[in-house]
């Protein structure tokens, strides 16, 4: 674990670890993420997956995900305006990471849920 913390720090640009959440960190980003692997999608569909996702959140998530290159957005010109959203190349690079969180998450709910109890409970 040492020598983990030493070579995440020991570099001028900060821990990997870091740069990674820095691109799919936050509530919805692995969300919006996780839909995108089964494809395109409109920004209402995002919306009926998740009402409690404001549309103010998720304009904000869609933009940095763009800014870095992780997805695309693309606009038809029509009435009323059609955007969709899709991974781009580079995009991709992420499923395994977030297929990997969907595993695990699937695999540790029940854990996590009982524990969450009894803390509530205590």
Not at 51 to 72: A, K, N, S, V
Request: proline share 5%; charged share 30%.
């Amino acid at each position: 674990m040492a020598d983990q913390k030493k070579k995440c720090s020991a570099t001028m640009d900060g821990c990997p670890v870091e740069t990674t959440l820095d691109v799919i960190g936050g509530k919805w980003k692995g969300i919006i993420l996780y839909h995108l692997i089964g494809g395109t999608k409109r920004f209402n569909e995002f919306r009926r997956l998740y009402p409690r996702l404001t549309q103010f959140m998720l304009t904000l998530q869609l933009r940095e995900l763009e800014r870095d290159g992780i997805i695309h957005r693309e606009v038809y010109r029509e009435v009323p305006p059609k955007v969709e959203y899709s991974l781009t190349e580079f995009g991709r690079t992420l499923e395994p990471i977030i297929l990997g969180m969907k595993k695990w998450g699937e695999s540790h709910k029940p854990r996590l849920d009982e524990a969450r109890t009894q803390t509530n409970e205590a």
